[in-house]
Antibody, heavy 121, light 107 residues
């Protein structure tokens, strides 16, 4: 069974750093794109970026380029999303999602449960 | 920047047909994907590559494409179909975006 299990909710202060994780299981982690999607409170889905763990090829949405870093550790089948300096506007639910249907990273057929990040002073 | 435009809301009575459109602002249009999201839950893929249905998704969900517009059709809407629906596609450079989402209300 394919599973994407994300790390737990986080509460941080502005300016702090953060790295959240997404562990894949039930499939060959290095062979499929895995990405991140933001959903701010009461708002829609936003595509942030994606990584191919096999060779670490990474693509970012222009809206998120330079604001976050996406990485993966294939030895433990885990993808990461990190911030070096959080802002209050980073408060959102963050989902990881995988393209196991080989859609050329343009679609996601498996999703994690989401990680709620709250940034508040 | 590439944008996908959806109506904010669609309302239908049970048993009727709901159609949710998603318009791209430029050609060429790549394949579109549709997701259903219920409150407090992660999105679920309901249509891929414009019109293909993943296993486990009811047959009442279908997709179509014409020009720069794709449409998600739900035939014989049921109360359980009430949710937010998002389209997703990419521009020619490979930048992926979601539409703004459509809230489907079953009256």
């Amino acid at each position: 069974e394919v599973q994407l299990v994300q790390s737990g909710a986080e509460v941080k202060k502005p300016g702090e750093s953060l790295k959240i994780s997404c562990k894949g299981s039930g499939y060959i982690f290095t062979s499929y794109w895995i990405g991140w999607v933001r959903q701010m409170p009461g708002k829609g889905l936003e595509w942030m970026g994606i990584i191919y763990p096999g060779d670490s090829d990474t693509r970012y949405s222009p809206s998120f380029q330079g604001q976050v870093t996406i990485s993966a550790d294939k030895s433990i089948s885990t993808a990461y999303l990190q911030w070096s300096s959080l802002k209050a506007s980073d408060t959102a639910m963050y989902y990881c999602a995988a393209d196991l249907g080989s859609y050329g990273y343009k679609g996601f057929d498996y999703w994690g449960q989401g990680t709620l990040v709250t940034v508040s002073s | 920047s590439y944008e996908l435009t959806q109506p904010p809301s669609v309302s239908v009575s049970p048993g009727q047909t709901a159609r949710i459109t998603c318009s791209a602002d430029a050609l060429p249009k790549q394949y579109a994907y549709w997701y259903q999201q219920k409150p407090g839950q992660a999105p679920v893929l309901v249509i891929y590559k414009d019109s293909e249905r993943p296993s486990g998704i009811p047959e009442r969900f279908s997709g179509s494409s014409s020009g720069t517009t794709v449409t998600l059709t739900i035939s014989g809407v049921q109360a359980e179909d009430e949710a937010d629906y998002y389209c997703q596609s990419a521009d020619s450079s490979g930048t992926v975006v979601f539409g703004g989402g459509t809230k489907l209300t079953v009256l």
